[in-house]
């Protein structure tokens, strides 16, 4: 009887096909550069886009805290904060779906301040007030309006 290898998560995957430390590290690190298809719950929304840089490189994190969020979300799945949904890279795109116990982190309360998402024509839908300015520039931010945690068009 031949035994059969799943492996649930998209970094099982990667790990499963030993890549060299340079590759594994450079597919991880783009985990975040991604798009969520389908419906999202209300709350949300302003993650739909032809783009999504989830960002947590600009949310101030600690290293040990930073790798603990970049594992979860491309594994088990990463919790989002006040809902409970969790979000999870499962290649080529992530996902939103119920929290089940299994997600090894949560996001920081400030996490959407991260997120820049672009639409289909190439501009911003969502900026987040700690997206830095050379992952904005080019964009004349003068048509968004304040939305609390980031801005969005006018």
Same mark, same amino acid.
């Given at each position: ?10 970094? #099982?995957?990667? #790990? ?26 209300? $709350? ?10 989830? =960002? @947590? ?5 600690? $290293?040990?805290?930073?790798?603990? &969020?970049?594992?979860?979300? =491309? =594994?088990?799945?990463?919790? &989002? ?7 999870? @890279?499962?290649?080529?795109? $992530? ?22 998402? &672009? ?19 080019? @964009? ?15």
């Amino acid at each position: 009887m031949a035994v059969q290898l799943t492996q649930k998560t998209w970094l #099982e995957r990667v #790990e499963a096909n030993r890549f060299d430390a340079w590759t594994r590290d450079q597919m991880v690190k783009e985990m975040p550069h991604t798009y969520f298809p389908g419906f999202l719950p209300v $709350a949300l929304m302003f993650l739909q886009g032809r783009f999504v840089d989830l =960002g @947590f490189e600009n949310l101030g994190l600690a $290293a040990d805290e930073y790798r603990k &969020i970049m594992l979860a979300f =491309g =594994g088990t799945g990463l919790c &989002i904060p006040d809902t409970r949904m969790r979000m999870r @890279f499962v290649y080529p795109h $992530a996902e939103v779906e119920p929290t089940d116990g299994s997600e090894t982190a949560t996001l920081p309360s400030w996490w959407k301040e991260g997120v820049l998402v &672009i639409n289909d024509q190439g501009m911003p839908t969502w900026v987040g007030k700690r997206v830095r300015p050379d992952q904005t520039a080019g @964009f004349d931010h003068r048509d968004y309006q304040d939305a609390g945690e980031g801005w969005t068009p006018a």
